[in-house]
């Protein structure tokens, strides 16, 4: 045993070896073990006022083991060959054989395999492209010749839950794989990575799972350096609070992912834009997983806006679910992400408030949004939702006054629509107190179509018995929104109910 190893006891306890030596007032030689289970520790690493060693999480994980009650309660830990030959050669006999090789009935060559042809096939390790140590005993014991030589098709490797220990130790063994892309490490209790030396580098890994191992995001930027193609990185329950660099040297997320695409943040404590603002100079950054964090709960709308407007370009899909988004606001900054078109909202406090209206809100609010909540925003499904908002926004009915009072970022949603248009009807052919009906035009991206704009006035019809409709019943309109080149004179111009002969027939005005 030596001090950092990883060991497991009878009843799969797990720990680190932290001291081998004496201790005071105490004969014979102990070894200080902190756990992976914090309940099953007693101290820090501090007795009689003495502190003989420093526990890597806070609190009292640990305690004092005679060492050799340890030695003889330790299960045995493998090297990674042993255990992928254990987990995938293994010398049985067949129990089932199939039919042996034959014609397919149509024709066809088949290759028939019986039991035995599939486990030989599956024991050579050097065909071997996906492979799982998951919960196994396995520790990183193999010089990097052995397993080039053993694993030079490997592509996707498991090694979660288990004993490796440290990232140094796994990458020195794993950096002799030429073809290794995924690696996953969930589960497995790492020690703090060190800012000197450089990790070994491993330049072709694409995917790496650092969930619940320790490392935080201060070590996942030092790994970071020596992964620069890596695309997806998950660092899920980290109680990670802040993505700003934590040392000096560490400031360029540039040059540390330079082709990053997916973040996994899930499950860690995150409440605002403000503790991921470092993200936001990431040049490929598509995915951003923010499940289970606290977002949302601090409760200042300054935290609302999104930093760095030049920055997240290319993020298209944010992951929300299971956060704390209470109010509009905070849905209303996201339309400050120029790429976003995906959005997760599920089981937060503004969505189980109402969840039918809440996804129509959303919709209206956010322009470039195509999936919500895992489902497609139709056409049709967008265009309802423009228009259940607008009559919202403008309650029904609402003067010209009445427009002007209200709040233009509410109105138009911050992205730059033109100043709506009163239309109006005559009070004989829609007795209301008021002559005035608001409508609002989305952005130029956006513009509607005549038929739209009908639908619209449909839409915001009072609910009255169908009143036939004339040209003679319209006052003067400006339509620099209609098709067909109508309202192209000059600014300010007005039509009047005969230019629009061509356009609203009679037969179309007998229904709103």
């Known amino acids: 045993?030596?001090?950092?190893?990883?060991?497991?006891?009878?009843?799969?306890?797990?720990?680190?070896?932290?001291?081998?030596?004496?201790?005071?007032?105490?004969?014979?030689?102990?070894?200080?073990?902190?756990?992976?289970?914090?309940?099953?520790?007693?101290?820090?690493?501090?007795?009689?006022?003495?502190?003989?060693?420093?526990?890597?999480?806070?609190?009292?994980?640990?305690?004092?083991?005679?060492?050799?009650?340890?030695?003889?309660?330790?299960?045995?830990?493998?090297?990674?060959?042993?255990?992928?030959?254990?987990?995938?050669?293994?010398?049985?006999?067949?129990?089932?054989?199939?039919?042996?090789?034959?014609?397919?009935?149509?024709?066809?060559?088949?290759?028939?395999?019986?039991r035995a042809d599939l486990l030989a096939a599956a024991s050579d390790l050097t065909?071997?492209?996906?492979?799982?140590?998951?919960?196994?005993?396995?520790?990183?014991?193999?010089?990097?010749?052995?397993?080039?030589q053993a694993l030079p098709s490997l592509q996707d490797l498991d090694a979660g839950d288990t004993l490796l220990g440290s990232w140094h130790a796994a990458a020195t063994a794993l950096s002799s794989l030429p073809a290794l892309r995924t690696l996953s490490l969930a589960g497995t209790r790492l020690e703090a990575v060190p800012a000197l030396p450089p990790p070994p580098p491993l330049p072709a890994l694409r995917t790496l799972v650092l969930s619940s191992?320790?490392?935080?995001?201060?070590?996942?930027?030092?790994?970071?350096?020596s992964l620069p193609s890596l695309a997806a990185l998950c660092?899920?329950?980290?109680?990670?609070?802040?993505?700003?660099?934590?040392?000096?040297?560490?400031?360029?997320?540039?040059?540390?992912?330079?082709?990053?695409?997916?973040?996994d943040l899930s499950g860690n404590l995150l409440a605002s834009w403000r503790q991921v603002a470092a993200l936001a100079t990431l040049p490929s950054l598509q995915t951003l997983n923010l499940t289970g964090n606290p977002w949302g709960s601090s409760g200042d709308d300054s935290d609302c806006a999104v930093p760095c407007p030049p920055g997240f370009r290319t993020l298209r899909t944010l992951l929300l679910g299971g956060t704390r988004v209470s109010s509009w606001s905070q849905v209303q900054a996201l339309d400050g992400l120029p790429a976003l078109a995906s959005l997760r909202l599920t089981d937060t406090p503004l969505w189980t408030r109402a969840p039918a209206t809440a996804r129509a809100q959303t919709i209206a609010r956010l322009g470039g949004l195509v999936q919500l909540?895992?489902?497609q925003v139709a056409a049709e499904e967008r265009r309802d939702a423009e228009l259940w908002?607008?009559?919202?926004?403008?309650?029904g009915v609402a003067t010209?006054?009445?427009?002007?009072?209200?709040?233009?970022?509410?109105?138009?949603?911050?992205r730059g629509w033109p100043t709506p248009c009163v239309m109006r009807r005559c009070t004989s052919a829609w007795p209301m107190p008021d002559e005035h009906r608001v409508i609002a035009l989305p952005?130029?991206?956006?513009?509607?179509?005549?038929?739209?704009?009908?639908?619209?006035?449909?839409?915001?019809?009072?609910?009255?018995?169908?009143?036939?409709?004339?040209?003679?019943?319209?006052?003067?309109?400006?339509?620099?929104?209609?098709?067909?080149?109508?309202?192209?004179?000059?600014?300010?111009?007005?039509?009047?109910?005969?230019?629009?002969k061509s356009v609203w027939s009679s037969s179309a005005c007998q229904s709103r």
């Open 1 to 114: 045993m030596r001090v950092g190893d990883r060991i497991v006891l009878q009843g799969t306890h797990r720990g680190t070896i932290r001291y081998i030596g004496s201790v005071p007032n105490q004969a014979g030689e102990w070894t200080g073990v902190e756990w992976d289970d914090a309940s099953r520790g007693k101290h820090d690493g501090c007795v009689a006022g003495q502190r003989l060693f420093t526990c890597q999480r806070p609190g009292t994980p640990a305690t004092f083991v005679r060492s050799r009650k340890l030695v003889e309660s330790l299960l045995p830990v493998m090297s990674l060959l042993e255990g992928l030959r254990e987990r995938y050669c293994r010398d049985e006999a067949p129990s089932l054989d199939l039919p042996s090789p034959g014609q397919h009935p149509k024709g066809r060559g088949v290759v028939v395999m019986g």
């Open 235 to 263: 660092l899920c329950d980290e109680s990670v609070e802040d993505v700003s660099p934590a040392e000096k040297g560490e400031c360029d997320l540039t040059a540390t992912f330079p082709a990053l695409e997916s973040l």
């Open 389 to 395: 908002y607008l009559r919202k926004v403008t309650g």
């Open 400 to 414: 010209g006054e009445e427009l002007r009072a209200l709040n233009a970022a509410e109105l138009v949603g911050g």
């Open 127 to 148: 065909m071997l492209a996906h492979a799982s140590v998951l919960g196994m005993h396995v520790a990183a014991r193999d010089p990097p010749d052995d397993l080039s």
């Open 213 to 225: 191992t320790g490392v935080g995001w201060g070590g996942a930027l030092r790994i970071g350096r």
């Open 443 to 500: 952005r130029p991206a956006h513009q509607m179509s005549w038929l739209r704009a009908r639908r619209i006035k449909r839409a915001c019809s009072p609910a009255t018995p169908a009143t036939p409709l004339c040209c003679k019943h319209w006052g003067p309109l400006p339509l620099p929104w209609l098709p067909g080149g109508l309202g192209q004179g000059p600014a300010g111009s007005w039509r009047s109910p005969c230019t629009m």
């Open 373 to 375: 909540n895992g489902s």
